[in-house]
C-alpha cells in the first residue's frame, strides 16, 4: 500500500519568509506525484505534478518541488509568501497499476503572519 | 473550459436515509473519482470510474455506491446513512483513465443528523 506523510501538520511564518512543507512517500514502484492546495470551503486545486523528467517542478503561485528518489521525498518549497497563501497544503502519490487512485498525506496548514 | 462542478453543494440529511450526489466533470475528461474528506481520517478513495466503468474501488462499505453515464457525468449513492458518513464528498475528473492528474470539483458537505 502507498503511504504518504507530511511531516508537519501546522507551519506558522511570517510574510515573505521562505517556507518548506514536507512530504515523504513510502513506495517500490515508479510514482507520480502531486501537491494540492485546499482554501476554506473550497476543493483541492493542483499546485503543481511529477511525473518524469526534471526533478525541479515548477507549479502555479511561485511554489516549486524537488523530486528526490533516494530520499522518497517531494518537499514543497516558496522562496517568499504571501498572506494570501494561507490554506491546507496536501501531498498525494499514485502509481502505474493504479493511476486513478491518489493517496493523500494528512495535509499542511500553512499560516502565512503580517 | 469550465471546472468541475458537484451538486448539490450542501446537504442535510437523517440517519437512515439515502443521498445521491452529482458531479459533471471538465468537457472532454473522462475519468471521475470520488473521495471522502473528514478531520479524523482526511482524504481517501472512494471509486473511480471511465467509460461507464467502475476501475478502482477504495475500502468503503457495500452502502456506498456509484455510476457512469454516457457523457461522463458520475453520481455517487450513499444508502442507509449514518452519522459517520458527515463529510466533504469530492469529484475529480482526468482526460483518461488512470490520468494521473485530476482536478477537483469544490465539494458536497453532506451532514447526517
Known amino acids: 500500500a502507498q503511504s504518504v506523510t507530511q511531516l508537519d501538520s501546522q507551519v506558522p511564518v511570517f510574510e515573505e519568509a521562505p517556507v518548506e512543507l514536507r512530504c515523504n512517500y513510502s513506495s517500490s514502484v515508479s510514482v507520480y506525484l502531486f501537491w494540492y492546495v485546499q482554501y476554506p470551503n473550497q476543493g483541492l486545486q493542483l499546485l503543481l505534478k511529477?511525473?518524469?523528467?526534471?526533478?525541479l517542478v515548477k507549479g502555479i503561485n511561485g511554489f516549486e518541488a524537488e523530486f528526490n528518489k533516494s530520499q522518497t521525498s517531494f518537499h514543497l518549497r516558496k522562496p517568499s509568501v504571501h498572506i494570501s497563501d494561507t490554506a491546507e497544503y496536501f501531498c498525494a502519490v499514485t502509481r502505474g497499476s493504479t493511476l486513478g487512485r491518489l493517496y493523500f498525506g494528512r495535509g499542511t496548514q500553512l499560516t502565512v503572519w503580517p | 473550459k469550465a471546472g468541475v462542478t458537484q451538486t448539490p453543494r450542501y446537504l442535510i440529511k437523517t440517519r437512515g436515509q439515502q443521498v445521491t450526489l452529482s458531479c459533471s466533470p471538465i468537457s472532454g475528461h473522462r475519468s471521475v473519482s470520488w473521495y471522502q474528506q473528514t478531520p479524523g481520517q482526511g482524504l481517501q478513495f472512494l471509486f473511480e470510474y471511465f467509460s461507464e466503468t467502475q476501475r478502482n474501488k477504495g475500502n468503503f462499505p457495500g452502502r456506498f455506491s456509484g455510476r457512469q453515464f454516457s457523457n461522463s457525468r458520475s453520481e455517487m449513492n450513499v444508502s442507509t446513512l449514518e452519522l459517520g458518513d458527515s463529510a466533504l464528498y469530492l469529484c475529480?475528473?482526468?482526460?483518461?483513465?488512470?490520468?494521473?492528474?485530476?482536478?477537483f470539483g469544490p465539494g458536497t458537505r453532506l451532514t447526517v443528523t
Open positions: 511529477y511525473l518524469s523528467g526534471s526533478t
Open positions: 475529480a475528473s482526468s482526460l483518461e483513465a488512470g490520468g494521473g492528474e485530476q482536478y
